[in-house]
DNA sequence: CGCGATATTATGTATAGACATAATAATCTG
DNA sequence: CAGATTATTATGTCTATACATAATATCGCG
């Protein structure tokens, strides 16, 4: 019974795990409760708890009241990708940073744009587009829709030197966000930047960003052919 | 002083999230230590812990022992991406789901493959590829390499009703992986597949997972052209 | 002044006990 | 027997206290 005592919350949790994939927890299988659990540890209820919560956060685990705790049927690998900026993310490459003002007007945003913006009545917004290169060669290009309704002070902002990406994340914090990732074909001028043929496979990245109710900004990021986003999964 | 008093770790989160939008903590400032917030909002340090501790790990504060908490400097958009088994990922759009073998042989595997299934010694794997279909039409394309090595049952098993994806959650699940995002052209027979062009972007996913030390699987998935990754970031 | 030993401090975590909450099981009632 | 009510139960969380740990600040000494 007395196992040699597990005192901590990640021993546990390692201990769980290697049940779970030693098939004595097999998919399916409602494991004991947290009282039987911290008993047979050796340890307080709590650290079984945070043990087992960490593990249900990770999709390992389903957890519901009064019903008790079983190993998902089907464990969803659950990837969490960091977003960095981008000049951060092109320096942590090793590679030096550059960027170049591409456009810059104040325009009505067509219908992609607006739905994300200004939903209700359209509004002006501004319209920038810059690329960011690394070591000289385009690296991606940033085509940005800003709502100059929730952040007035991007119209008095020239962006030549720097990037709307980097000038955001220190303005205009927002609360939550949406992005989606996907491939699309390059288009003309895209594939003069990137030193491509029109119509290659580019991947790309939309992101829509709110501050509370209000949007401040959408914006797609198309990234140089053989750009790829890369992260672990822990299972 | 006494605040209307933040009684659960959710509304103290909420309440530092409030100040941090606020500008009240402006990035990289330092916060207050957990006992002189516990003593501000009336409630115990280990409540306090927990909230900050979470916002911590979205990446919006830096905990540091001793130097104590700040705000992030860079707010990197943390997302975390649910990549579910494709049957089940079909089904939830509301579609029909259907499966198609492909072609299935056990051969050395190329380069690629053979880097993350046996990096050492060259061991014959089983090579599956097979087709998800959705109300009919493609939906995705699983290339696997499967190691016998590691999981020899797979030898026995035909995919012909079953998909590797399906098989291989429920039978060898994995202790971690390695996954990554990235565009590609399509081949001309997965243009076919999709009844799309030769070269049309589409969107890949490649993933290979381990046993511990021993690797299990290495696939790729091609998605049929419009195929997006989309999921939220909450800051 | 430089450098290593020591003190300080904020976070990290464990514990026992208590109450809250949600979901199920059991029971009562018409 | 159906439907509403109550009891039970496992997880969710909070509290107060204690000790652990890592990183910094300080002190002492050559």
New interface residues.
């Given amino acids: 019974m007395s196992q040699p005592q597990f005192k901590n919350w990640q021993a546990i949790q390692d201990e769980v ?1 290697r049940r ?2 030693a098939r004595e927890w097999p ?1 399916g299988h409602v494991i004991p409760g947290e009282v039987d659990l911290a008993a047979e540890f050796g340890c307080a209820r709590a650290t079984v708890n945070r043990a087992l919560r960490t593990l249900a956060e990770a ?1 390992i685990l389903e957890r519901r009241r009064k019903a008790g705790t079983r190993v998902a049927l ?12 981008i000049r ?1 993310e092109i320096e942590e490459r090793g590679s030096a940073y550059g960027y170049r003002l591409v456009s810059r007007e104040t325009a009505l945003p067509p219908a992609r744009a607006r739905i994300m913006l200004c939903p209700d009545t359209p509004a002006p917004c501004l319209h920038v587009r810059a690329l960011h290169l690394a070591d000289d060669s385009a690296y991606t290009l940033e085509d940005r829709w800003i709502s100059l309704t929730t952040v007035p002070e991007a119209a008095d902002q020239a962006f030549d030197r720097i990037s709307p990406n980097e000038w955001l ?2 303005t205009a ?13 390059a288009t003309a001028e895209e594939a003069g930047l990137f030193e491509t043929e029109t ?6 990245i ?2 829509t ?1 709110w ?1 509370h109710a209000r949007a401040i900004t959408t914006v797609r990021l198309v990234y140089a ?11």
Same sequence: chains 1, 2.
């Fill in positions: 795990l779970i994939h998919p999709g089907h464990p969803v690998s659950r990837a969490t990708v960091d977003i960095p900026i951060q994340v220190t914090p927002f609360t939550h966000g949406d992005i989606a990732f996907g491939a699309a074909a119509g290659a496979p580019v991947f790309v939309d992101r960003t501050d052919p053989g750009y790829r986003i890369h992260t672990g999964i822990g299972g």
